[in-house]
């Protein structure tokens, strides 16, 4: 008989199938809300090592609170069955995109690593996590009504892996799609961490920037065997009319060795903006650049003056989320990017610049993202200064460019999106929770949704009064 029903979450359809359990869409039993629910097979859910681990994980998954992350609701078991209840993502993900567009724009590339970079970063540092089956499948992209993109989830922590550690590679239906981003240590069954999430978020940037994986096979034994002995590709030669100063961020980042790769996602986010910006003297090494604070005085600043001769430095201020080894849960979305610009001085006076760059040794954990520190000097003018160009201050929904992730307009108001390319909305972070359905003040408004990170906005009910809603 079809159930209806579990554990009190009325079934609306079903999102999908595999070997270790069903998908479902439902409706929370008391709030008005629809979450994803993963129900386990029962003959792994009767596995006690499983059933244990699975407990665990969802425990450490709860406490993983971030932007980019499906956020884990509630998990329990229903006639001898495991399940578990987390955000419902509606839209699409990379693998779709690449399946119906083939190769992505750098800036929505940039905007997908970063996101599922942050994930990771995020999930290491707070409670060693790591996702283990890092690929554009399990990258989701949340879409409104009006096909905008509104949040980027890293998705699929890892329910499935649980019952891997158990039992072998090729029984648990790992397929070829999983397999052409698995790092080599995870391949081989050694001790695993970040690096190896890095190293399929190499894999995975390599797809979305070129649309073919780095790593190919017609069977599963020569793709492991690809990724064992094969040498990373170049970039260049899948995609010609990207800068080829990205190639030693690839060769790099898909090192054999975990050593030789990048040490956190932040890292090999930075090395990629570096490269599309041009630059050919990539970082090497665990090194960091680390931001000099002069006593020069820094010309004042506005988001939207910039300079002809500016070089978009990106300092990703950011960390993240991630994934872990026994339960699915998703999610994660953009890096917040905030660059450090050459910008229009609003003195009279010429001003020369002179940047600084120290190093520092630090520890694979480190998540220290690179930083160039430029120091101003005011000189004696010789010629009559350039006229200074003023940008018109952006609108909601206008286009942002990959130089202007992390821009603020001048009001505070909008911020540049990684997430969608767009100048958006940032008001509600200024605002307190609110409670869905409650009573507001100011229509228009926009507040985070308490418990989730839904926004609402203050709208008008049929009645006339004002409540908070989506």
């Known amino acids: 008989m079809e159930m209806t029903e579990i554990a009190g ?25 629809r979450d994803a629910l993963k129900l386990l097979d029962a003959g792994v859910s009767r596995n006690s090592e499983f059933k244990a681990r699975f407990q665990r994980e969802a425990d450490l998954l709860a406490q993983l609170s971030h932007p980019n992350i499906v956020t884990l609701y509630d998990r329990g078991e229903y006639d001898g069955r495991l399940w578990a209840t987390m955000e419902f993502v509606e839209g699409t993900d990379a693998g779709q995109l690449l399946e119906s567009t083939g190769p992505l724009s750098p800036t929505r590339v940039m905007s997908l ?57 090729t029984s648990t239906g790992i397929t070829v799609g999983t397999l052409a981003y698995m790092s080599p240590e995870a391949i081989e069954g050694a001790e695993i961490d970040n690096r190896s999430d890095i190293y399929s978020l190499g894999c995975t940037a390599f797809h979305l920037f070129s649309g073919q994986a780095p790593f190919t096979g017609k069977t599963m034994t020569a793709l492991m065997s690809a990724h064992l002995n094969g040498e990373p590709p170049s970039l260049s030669k899948f995609a010609p009319h990207l800068p080829a100063t990205l190639d030693s961020v690839f060769t790099r980042v898909l090192s054999r060795e975990p050593d030789s790769r990048y040490s956190s996602c932040a890292e090999f986010v930075a090395a990629l903006s570096d490269a599309l910006d041009g630059r050919t003297t990539p970082l090497t090494g665990p090194a960091y650049a680390q931001t ?29 989320l991630a994934a872990t080894a026994v339960l699915a849960v998703g999610g994660a979305a953009a890096y917040a990017y905030f660059q450090q610009r050459d910008e229009t001085p609003t003195a009279s006076a010429p001003i020369t610049q002179t940047t600084v760059t120290t190093h520092v040794t ?27 160009t003023v940008t018109p201050e952006p609108v909601e929904g206008q286009e942002c460019g990959l130089d202007q992730f992390g821009d603020i307009s001048a009001d505070g108001t909008l911020f540049c999106s990684a997430e969608n390319g767009a100048w958006t909305d940032r008001t509600h972070q200024s605002r307190p929770a609110v409670t869905y359905g409650t009573e507001c003040s100011e229509p228009g408004a926009r507040a985070r949704i308490s418990g989730t990170d839904a926004i609402a906005t203050c709208e008008s009910d049929t009645d006339g009064t004002l409540t908070w809603g989506y």
Do not use: C
């Not at 079934?11 to 479902?24: D, E, H, K």
């Not at 000099?292 to 506005?302: A, E, K, M, N, Y």
């Open 9 to 33: 979450y009325r079934i609306l359809r079903t999102l999908g199938a595999g070997g270790m359990g069903q998908v479902f869409l439902v409706e929370h039993p008391r709030l008005p809300r």
């Open 113 to 169: 690593v970063a996101s599922a970079g942050s994930a990771l970063d995020y999930a290491w540092r707070k409670q060693r996590i790591t996702h283990r089956d890092v690929k554009p499948a399990n990258i989701l992209l949340a879409i409104d009504d009006h096909d905008t993109v509104e949040a980027v989830k890293l998705a699929d922590f890892g329910i499935a892996k649980a019952a891997e550690e158990t039992t072998t590679l």
């Open 292 to 320: 000099i604070v002069g006593t020069h005085s820094v010309p004042g600043r506005h988001p939207h003056h910039r300079s002809s001769s500016r070089r978009n430095r990106w300092i990703t201020a950011v960390s993240a």
């Open 362 to 388: 630090s520890t694979p954990s480190t998540t220290t993202a690179p930083a160039i520190a430029t120091v101003y000097e005011q000189v004696t003018p010789t010629e009559e200064p350039e006229p200074v």
